[in-house]
């Protein structure tokens, strides 16, 4: 009987885990270095340039590079915008390297980088998308009891880009990117069990384990 | 008993009146802007009421759609205190666009709030809260005879996602709030030389 149950556990984890593909991607570009000490600030793009990268997205990669390294320091992103308010404000912030010696050139701008040993912004693009979904889930209720019965499905893809900018030169050394695509499903006999293709989260530890392997 | 329960309806009927009524209040935190100050120019400042207490409350909605109540207290004075503190010496608030100084250089801001909107998802159909602020802003030096109205707007979004739709709502106020702040820095950077004489 026991042994049964872990069957069980191993296939429904199984299913669990086998929902989702993962793609990444680094490209370098120019040389580049990374002292111990410095520090490093995660921005997105901004939505006047229709990007719609998810603000707990922003989150769980803060928390991650926070987490998963010593090597650099990570200055969390809203409190960036506000030691630079209102120079990183979705309307102000440099949508890409190019504009970067336009900051670079405030004075202003440039004491407080260097005060704060910021070296690398990086710069995120990406949203999770559902692609498309199909089935039918009816649930009903009565006074003997209620249920549901039925199948639904949907697929998922989350893509994300960083972009990394080095301060001192003003342009994009390099980038990482992650694809994850995943395929959620609900069957439901009087119970409805939603097996989810996680693939923000997946998407969240890729892309933080390739930034952390590109500075390595 | 007969009263009781007229108490009980009366109750049923003012809560189904007012309790659904979504209520929000704005705490906007706004920083210290990252800018120069520019010698030692006073500014006078006359803040419209609803600059320094502004309530606002939905009319003309979607028939799916709760009345909104937005307490905004002074959220709008706080972001415009700190922008002009920052660029100048001392801020001093005025009641009347005649009051003046005896001494010293100084200028005159009058800030009113022509415009609040905002789309919910479900009026615009997508996954976004928007909302767009607008002011009119009048700025004078007798001395420079420089006197200008600007039209200073703030716009801000936030999805859905994984936010109740009250925390969309404020979030996407306040990144409005901060958009103002932002785009009145860069309009007072680009006229100052103009307002405080230094260019003619």
């Known amino acids: ?216 | 008993m007969k009263i009781i329960s007229n108490h009980i309806t009366l109750c049923i009927i003012l809560l189904s009146l007012f309790g659904c009524s979504q209520s929000l209040i704005v705490i906007t935190n706004i920083p210290s802007p990252l800018v120069e100050q520019l010698g030692d120019t006073k500014v006078l400042v006359k803040y419209d009421e609803n600059i320094i207490n502004y309530q606002f409350k939905s009319t003309n909605i979607e028939a799916n759609e709760s009345p909104w109540v937005i307490e905004f207290n002074d959220s709008h004075k706080k972001l415009f205190d700190q922008v002009l503190n920052s660029f100048f010496s001392e801020l001093i608030q005025i009641e009347t666009m005649d009051e003046s100084l005896d001494d010293s250089e100084y200028i005159k801001i009058n800030i009113k709030l022509d415009k609040f909107e905002f789309l919910t998802p479900s009026l615009a159909s997508n996954d976004n809260y928007s909302v767009w602020l607008k002011y009119t802003i009048e700025v004078k030096n007798e001395k420079t005879e420089y006197s200008k109205k600007w039209v200073i707007t703030g716009y801000g979004e936030q999805g859905t996602a994984s936010l109740n739709q009250n925390k969309a709502l404020i979030n996407a106020i306040d990144l409005a709030i901060r958009d103002t702040g932002a785009n009145l820095t860069i309009k007072i950077e680009k006229e100052m030389d103009f307002i405080i004489g230094t260019i003619n």
């Open chain 1, 1 to 216: 009987m026991k042994r049964t149950n872990t069957w069980l556990l191993l296939l429904l984890g199984f299913f669990i885990s086998s929902c989702s593909t993962t793609r990444v991607d680094e490209e370098v570009n120019l040389p580049f270095e990374l002292i111990k000490g410095q520090s490093i600030v995660i921005l997105s793009d901004s939505y006047h340039t229709g990007n719609k990268t998810e603000y707990d997205f922003m989150e769980c990669l803060n928390k991650n590079l926070k987490r998963k390294q010593n090597k650099f320091n990570l200055i969390p992103t809203n409190q960036f915008k506000d030691n630079f308010y209102p120079w990183f404000e979705p309307s102000t912030a440099p949508q890409n390297a190019e504009q970067l010696p336009k900051f670079l050139n405030k004075d202003i701008i440039r004491n407080k980088l260097d005060d704060l040993k910021i070296k690398y912004i990086i710069n995120i693009t990406g949203e999770t998308t559902t692609n498309s979904s199909s089935g039918a889930l009816s649930c009903a209720a009565g006074p003997g009891g209620g249920g549901c019965f039925g199948f639904a499905w949907w697929d998922d893809t989350s893509s994300y880009k960083a972009s990394v900018w080095d301060l001192n030169q003003a342009v994009a050394v390099g980038n990482v990117s992650t694809s994850v695509t995943g395929t959620s499903v609900i069957p439901a006999v009087i119970i409805p069990i939603p097996i989810l293709a996680r693939t923000q989260s997946n998407a969240c530890d890729g892309l933080s384990d390739q930034i952390l392997a590109f500075f390595n």
